[in-house]
Each structure stands twice: as C-alpha cells, then as structure tokens.
Nanobody, 123 residues
Framework: QVQLVESGGGLVQAGGSLRLSCASS????????MGWFRQAPGKEREFLAA????????YYADSVKGRFTISRDNAKNTVYLQMNSLKPEDTAVYYC????????????????WGQGTQVTVSS
C-alpha cells in the first residue's frame, strides 16, 4: 500500500504562484513515477506533469509547460508542483498519484491517489 497526502492548495490571485506538495509513505520503493492531475467541476481529470523517482526525468502536458514545474525530494519521499502565472482556469482540485510502470499521462496507469487539494485562482 502507498499513502499520498497533498498539501499547499489555497486561494490565490491571478498571476500568483503556489507550490503543492505530495508526501508519500508505505511501499514507495516500488513506485516508478509520480504524477500530478487536476479536476475542475464538470470536467474530466486532466494530466499535468510526472516525474521519475529514479532519474528525475519529467513529462508535462502542453497546457502547463513553462508555467508548472514538477520536482522531487527522494529523501523525503515528496513530490512538488510549483505553479506560476496562475489563471482562473487553473482552479481545480489537484491530485498526486503513483505510476508503477512508466512516466506517462494515462490516468488508468496510476494506482494510488491522494485525497486532493483545492486550488482556487481569483480574477
């Protein structure tokens, strides 16, 4: 089992920044990559970024490339998502998740999910 706990969400004005954290515990040695997703009301869950625990290689959705940065701290088993130049359309619940297979954007490959953290961007 893997437990994931997201934090760092909140209310921010457009143009501002937030850094989300995802702390993992449990059987973390078998995790290949960690990913961030978000889901806005009435919309499907959207892939944002992923990072390999071992190599640090990253993969981003085009929609956030250049604004969001994913990083990891292996010693703390924690993954971060730095979000800059936030827009009202970034408002959503943000989730982190574990992929034990590869660095990918397919949510069906992610086996463990956190509870989510709300990000609200005001205009």
């Amino acid at each position: 089992q893997v437990q994931l706990v997201e934090s760092g969400g909140g209310l921010v004005q457009a143009g501002g920044s937030l850094r989300l954290s995802c702390a993992s515990s449990g059987r973390t040695f078998s995790n290949y990559a960690m990913g961030w997703f978000r889901q806005a009301p009435g919309k499907e869950r959207e892939f944002l970024a992923a990072i390999s625990w071992r190599t640090g290689n990253t993969y981003y959705a085009d929609s956030v490339k250049g604004r969001f940065t994913i990083s990891r701290d292996n010693a703390k088993n924690t993954v971060y998502l730095q979000m800059n130049s936030l827009k009202p359309e970034d408002t959503a619940v943000y989730y982190c998740a574990v992929n034990r297979l590869r660095l990918g954007d397919d949510s069906s490959e992610y086996g463990y999910w956190g509870q989510g953290t709300q990000v609200t961007v005001s205009s």
